[in-house]
């Protein structure tokens, strides 16, 4: 922050520039993470569509095109945006096959484990938990044989001492989840 200060100091003259580019901007890695409201602005209108183009983006924040680009670079790039995901429907979920595993993982592959899992994909979740067992996976795949290829996946990881699994038969209810329109 000194340093912040006495730049600020040896150039009155652009010293609004320079304030703009440090509300922009993280001052240390892991310390201070400060987003503009056009910053905000552009993170929700891409939670509500993660593939809406950038021209329609920049309209819609009445900033040019390149400036919304430009955001979006320096997002991915200071790590606020991490990636971008499809939203499954309800409908489409429900039609899915879910199971739990719970996972017994050797303590020193815990992180090799967890790398191998996000490549599998039906592994749609994965939490550590306490007690018996250190990991919970939740899959889902759109076939039992699909389902039962997952588990075995799940099983190969090396690092993986012990699964048990639990397919869901049935959904009693969900707090949160979205409402299915008829």
């Known amino acids: 922050m000194v340093k912040i200060c006495k730049l600020r100091y040896l150039f009155p003259q652009t010293a ?4 703009q580019f440090v509300m922009d901007t993280i001052t240390a890695p892991g310390i201070s993470l400060a987003l503009s409201e056009k910053d905000r602005a552009l993170l929700t209108l891409l939670a509500e569509d993660g593939r809406a183009p950038v021209s329609a983006l920049a309209a819609k924040l009445n900033l040019s095109r390149g400036t919304v ?11 606020v945006i991490q ?3 499809v939203v499954l429907s ?5 039609e899915q096959i879910k199971a739990h595993v719970l996972i017994t993982v050797d303590p020193k592959a815990t992180e090799a484990v967890i ?12 939490y550590s938990v306490s007690g018996a067992y250190d990991l919970v ?7 039992v044989r699909e389902l039962d290829r997952a588990i075995d996946a799940v099983i190969g990881v090396e690092g993986v001492e012990r699964t048990v699994s639990s397919v869901i038969l049935a ?12």
């Open 16 to 19: 609004q520039k320079f304030d």
């Open 69 to 79: 680009q430009k955001r979006l670079d320096r997002l991915q790039d200071i790590g």
């Open 137 to 143: 996976a939740i899959l889902a795949a759109g076939s």
């Open 83 to 85: 990636g971008y995901t």
């Open 90 to 94: 309800p409908d489409y979920l429900a």
């Open 115 to 126: 790398a191998a899992m996000q490549k599998i994909g039906a592994v749609r979740d994965v």
């Open 171 to 182: 959904t009693r209810f969900e707090r949160g989840a979205p409402t299915r329109t008829a």
